[in-house]
């Protein structure tokens, strides 16, 4: 990597890590506890041909980096090879995911508190990415904080929004689906993932997977299927994920009880995310 490139992705993943170090990154419990472990960073380049074949299979509505960046900025006149996406995973704390485990109903404090606190800390990392390298004369935008940002129907997914955090994840060589949809990462499944689309010089990280599914035991060796039976609305089946039955799980059952339980807001549920062969690595053995 020249030096260039080097000290760009140094002052980025300082960026994240700082803003993961402060107090901003935590449970709200009045523990001080923070909702996430140590963010991983990857990188894609905008014009990575995969961004237009995902819209190609998810609808004319999903957005490239290309598409995210004009909605930010425009008036400016660019190409889409200037820019490149930034990605990040955060892991669930082993507080959260030991706790989680234990469940078999209903999500967990912790876990409900990092879907919630977590998610809104998530949200202010994506924002503060943005506004420090825009500050800094590289302008970014975070799709998922544009005001567009929106659900659609995807003729052949169903239930889709028009930026997806783990596709781009995806992309950027940081995981791959799993039976149940989550992405499982070097670091599993159990994590939440961020993007910010830059105009900057970046290279690509290089993708250790061929197909989208490799990291999954289901379709890499035809085993495991354990996120099946954590699913308490048998929302996973062989077919993979049904999507309304776990929407509505998590709209009528488990929305509600963090709620009254907890006094947290947001629609937790990822029993589906431990307790499972991915929860936290790469359950595929390098061939
Ligand atoms: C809408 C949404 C939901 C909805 C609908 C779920 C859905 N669409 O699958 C509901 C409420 C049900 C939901 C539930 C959950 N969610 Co949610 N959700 C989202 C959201 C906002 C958009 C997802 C989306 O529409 N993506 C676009 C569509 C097209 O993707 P998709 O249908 O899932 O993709 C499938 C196909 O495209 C398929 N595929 C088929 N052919 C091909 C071919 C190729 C080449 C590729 C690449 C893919 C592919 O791959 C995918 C998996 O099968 C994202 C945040 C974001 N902006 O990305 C979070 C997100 C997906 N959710 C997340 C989480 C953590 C959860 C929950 C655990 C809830 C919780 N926090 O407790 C559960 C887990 C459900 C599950 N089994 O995965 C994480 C994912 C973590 C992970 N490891 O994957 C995300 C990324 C949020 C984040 N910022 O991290 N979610
Ligand atoms: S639990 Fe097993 S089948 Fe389910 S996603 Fe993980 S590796 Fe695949
Ligand atoms: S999030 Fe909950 S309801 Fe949805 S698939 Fe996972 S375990 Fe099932």
Redesign the pocket.
């Known amino acids: 990597m020249d030096v260039n490139q080097e000290q760009h992705k140094r002052r980025i993943e300082n960026i994240i890590r700082d803003f993961c170090a402060s107090p901003a990154n935590s449970l709200e419990n009045g523990t001080g506890e923070p909702a996430w472990d140590d963010a991983q960073v990857a990188y894609a380049r905008g014009d990575d041909p ?1 961004f237009d ?2 819209r190609a ?2 609808g004319p509505f ?1 957005w490239t980096p290309y598409e995210a960046f004009k909605l930010a900025y425009p008036e400016m006149q660019y190409d889409s090879s200037e820019l490149a996406v930034i990605c990040y995973i ?1 892991p669930q704390t082993e507080a959260t995911r030991l706790e989680q485990r234990a469940v078999t109903e209903v ?1 967990a404090e912790r ?2 508190r ?2 919630f606190h977590g ?1 809104a800390f ?1 949200c202010a990392l994506r924002l503060h990415l943005a506004e420090q390298l825009t500050q800094a004369g590289t302008p970014a935008v975070a799709p ?1 904080r544009l005001p567009d ?1 929106d ?1 659609r129907q ?1 003729e ?6 028009n ?9 950027a060589g940081l ?4 039976l ?6 070097r670091v599993g ?6 993007s910010v689309v830059v105009k900057m010089d970046l290279e690509a990280t290089p993708r250790p997977y061929a ?3 490799d990291w999954c035991l289901w379709y890499a060796q035809g085993t495991c299927g354990v ?1 099946m039976q954590r ?1 308490p609305a048998e ?2 089946t062989e077919k ?2 049904d ?1 309304p039955k ?2 509505d799980y ?2 009528k059952v ?1 929305a509600p009880y963090v709620r009254e339980h907890y006094g947290t807001g ?5 029993l ?2 431990v307790k499972i062969p991915c929860e936290a690595r790469v359950p595929v053995s390098a061939r």
């Open positions: 995969l074949q995902l299979d998810i999903y955060l999500p876990w409900a990092s879907r998610e998530n998922e940002f659900y995807s052949r997914f169903g239930l889709a929004s930026w997806s955090e783990r596709h781009t994840a995806w992309v995981g791959t689906f799993g149940s949809d989550g992405l499982i990462t499944k159990a994590v939440r993932f961020g197909g989208h599914q996120c699913c929302a996973i993979g994920h999507k776990c929407f998590i709209r488990t947001a629609t937790p549920c990822g589906c995310q």
